[in-house]
């Protein structure tokens, strides 16, 4: 079926450097993209989107970029902070006749090492 | 502004038993959305408001599950007879329109 999915399931960095987390999408059809950061115990917080007529947009510390060609999406952090450590989930917004929920990958646990 | 609530925080119920979930969204949002967030998966879509009226219940697992938001703000998620596959983490998110979802802490379920 089609499904959004990460390539690393576990990422480790050194603190200050720059964090890449990748996810791919199956359905060319996919219009929207969202990043989001999750703690232990907390729920899903927002971190940036994308439509699907742009390449990339930035934030403050973070970058995605889309490469539709591939069907590829990645986020970057840059100068990575212990706060960044969560598991980080891409999500692409559902299509046909569910267009209002998110379909969301399994999720990427990034770890920062001081 | 005041971010998307969700009570209790944690529910332990027998099996058997029957549960209610409330979500109060972020003022003024008129999509509401109901997940289920397994230990170490990613949230999993249950249903869908926009205003009092529910567009998608696809995501349902069985008709122990039943959902309302009678008034256009405040959700409430009961589910019937729970059985322990039932624990988990039941996320509430509500957004202006279809786009960027804000999510609530979150109840976490435990069935014994």
């Known amino acids: 079926g089609e499904s959004v999915g990460l390539h690393l399931p576990t990422l480790s960095v050194q603190e200050g450097d720059n964090s890449i987390i990748n996810c791919a999408y199956s359905n060319s059809a996919s219009d929207y993209f969202i990043w989001y950061k999750q703690e232990s115990g907390k729920g899903p917080q927002f971190i940036i989107d994308?439509?699907?007529?742009?390449d990339k947009r930035q934030g403050q510390r973070v970058t995605v970029l889309l490469n539709k060609t591939v069907k590829h999406l990645s986020l970057q952090i840059a100068a990575t902070q212990p706060g960044d450590s969560a598991v980080y989930f891409c999500a692409e917004r559902g299509y046909g006749g569910s267009q209002g929920n998110l379909i969301f990958g399994k999720g990427t646990k990034l770890s920062v090492k001081p | 502004g005041a971010g998307v609530s969700q009570s209790p925080r944690y529910k332990v119920a027998k099996r058997g038993q029957d549960v209610a979930l409330r979500c109060d969204p972020i003022?003024?949002?008129?999509?509401l959305f109901w997940y289920q967030q397994a230990l170490g998966q990613g949230p999993e879509f249950l249903t869908y408001?926009?205003?009092?009226?529910?567009?998608?219940k696809s995501g349902l697992p069985s008709d122990r599950f039943f959902a309302e938001r009678p008034e256009g703000s405040v959700s409430t998620l009961k589910i019937q007879r729970t059985q322990q596959e039932d624990s988990a983490v039941y996320l509430c998110?509500?957004?202006?329109?279809?786009?960027?979802?804000?999510f609530g802490p979150g109840t976490r379920l435990t069935v014994l």
């Open positions: 003022s003024g949002h008129v999509s």
């Open positions: 998110a509500s957004s202006l329109g279809l786009d960027t979802q804000y």
């Open positions: 994308i439509r699907s007529n742009m």
């Open positions: 408001f926009q205003n009092e009226a529910q567009l998608d």
